[in-house]
């Protein structure tokens, strides 16, 4: 009978690993080895705060989003589901995911019904690959929590594709009360395709000029945010030595720091995500549920 349990023992090694389930404690979810790095911004608020190109295997929830006509950045959920933003969405009703350097293809793309390209609000969607993914130290999910409380100032991380933000053109736009022009070249940016991250404090909602405080948030602050690419991407909290996704990209926008031409202040509305537990437990079959 000995050779029978050694072949269950091996179809169970071979279900578990199918289903993303074969790495052990490794697989759980809003695992990182960055964790007690990040967990001193909160302990130490005098710290510099800063970008910096990421290790990958910091971040192994982190995807990249091939758009039809843009890039963006998204989150792994599950091992087939994908958590991203809503105007991530180009013209195709699927898109390609890129993970740990490989590419994977998916069903169509699952928008909100009721997002607003004027407002932003409902800036979310979900897609599910069609081959699944094997999970590993530099394949995981991230956490989801239907109940966090996340207070003004503290900080969590962004990470994302986004472009690099190189300098503001002008010494005469620093000075300008309103916002600057991202795309009419009052900034320099350049391409990027590493993965990038950086600290961010969350922010009061008259920061950010939000009125919706159910379904959004904001979060930024000088040389600290999002640009574009960096769109679908979360804003993680560690919550139990864990990340968990507290936010998605959605909405930037820049304003100069008076005579520095080598900062701005950034000013990022988010998508709430423990707001949309039931929609993604619906959209997903029950497949994905908040804790």
């Known amino acids: ?5 050694l072949i269950c ?3 169970f090694v071979v279900f578990a690993s199918i289903n993303g389930e074969g790495c052990g404690e490794d697989c759980e979810c809003g695992k990182s080895k960055n964790i007690g790095y990040y967990e001193d911004y909160n302990s130490n608020q005098n710290r510099i705060l800063g970008g910096k190109n990421s290790n990958p295997q910091d971040w192994p929830f982190v995807a ?3 758009s039809y006509d843009h890039a963006c950045t998204a989150t792994i959920l599950s091992n087939q589901w994908i958590l991203s933003a809503a105007h991530c969405k180009g013209e195709d009703e699927t898109v390609q995911i890129k ?11 699952i928008s909100h019904e009721e997002f607003s390209n004027e407002t932003f609000i409902n800036d979310i969607l979900l897609v599910k690959l069609i081959e699944p993914l094997i999970f590993s130290e ?3 999910s991230i956490c989801l929590l239907k109940d966090i409380t996340v207070p003004e100032m503290e900080v969590g991380a962004v990470a994302g594709f986004g472009q690099r933000f190189v300098r503001i053109k002008d010494i005469n736009s620093t000075y300008n009360e309103g916002l600057l022009n991202e795309d009419g070249g009052d900034i320099i940016f350049e391409a990027n395709e590493l993965l990038r991250e950086t600290p961010v404090s969350v ?6 000029n939000i009125t919706n405080s159910e379904t959004q ?18 804003l993680l909290v560690i919550r139990d030595h864990r990340w968990v996704q507290y936010g998605i990209t959605s909405l930037g926008y820049f304003q100069g720091i008076p005579g520095d031409l080598l900062a701005m202040r950034e000013k990022s509305t988010f998508t709430k995500v423990n707001a949309y537990c039931d929609w993604i437990a619906e959209k997903t079959a029950g497949e994905i549920t908040c804790q």
């Open 99 to 109: 993970i740990n350097g490989k590419s994977y293809q998916t069903e169509p793309i």
């Open 138 to 140: 530099n394949v995981s």
């Open 203 to 208: 922010r009061n909602l008259g920061y950010c």
């Open 217 to 234: 948030f904001c979060a930024g602050g000088a040389n600290r945010g999002t640009t574009k690419g960096d769109s679908g991407g979360p």
């Open 1 to 5: 009978m000995l050779w029978f349990y």
């Open 64 to 66: 990249y989003f091939n």
């Open 9 to 11: 023992f091996f179809l």
